[in-house]
């Protein structure tokens, strides 16, 4: 069973910059897709940013040129990279693995952006 988990959330002042990393396990990492999605409370769960088990990237139109995605297939882990941070990107933040068959969440990591 694959197991997602997420780490370097916490609380940054506007401006400011964090590194989540998403460790994956359980499974052959490199043949999934790998995203990472935030979501407030009462709202969807929306697309940060997702790359390919072949390398594509896509990010979410309100994070592009702050937010980069990449992995480490050594490692089994996939990083989000946040920028430039603004109080509008306060959320909890999840890891994703998809492929054909399956579609797996990690648990969050709260990111909340203040001064």
């Known amino acids: 069973q694959v197991q997602l988990v997420e780490s370097g959330g916490g609380l940054v002042q506007p401006g400011g910059s964090l590194r989540l990393s998403c460790i994956f396990s359980g499974g052959l990492f490199s043949i999934y897709t790998m995203g990472w999605y935030r979501q407030t409370p009462g709202k969807q769960r929306d697309l940060v940013a997702v790359?390919?088990?072949?390398?594509?990237?896509n990010y979410g139109e309100s994070v592009k040129g702050r937010f980069s995605i990449s992995k480490d297939l050594a490692k089994a882990t996939v990083y989000l990279q946040m920028n430039n941070l603004k109080p509008e990107d306060t959320a909890v933040y999840y890891c994703?693995?998809?492929?054909?068959?399956?579609?797996?969440w990690g648990q969050g990591t709260q990111v909340t952006v203040s001064s």
């Open positions: 994703n693995a998809e492929n054909s068959l399956s579609n797996y």
């Open positions: 790359i390919t088990d072949g390398g594509r990237i």
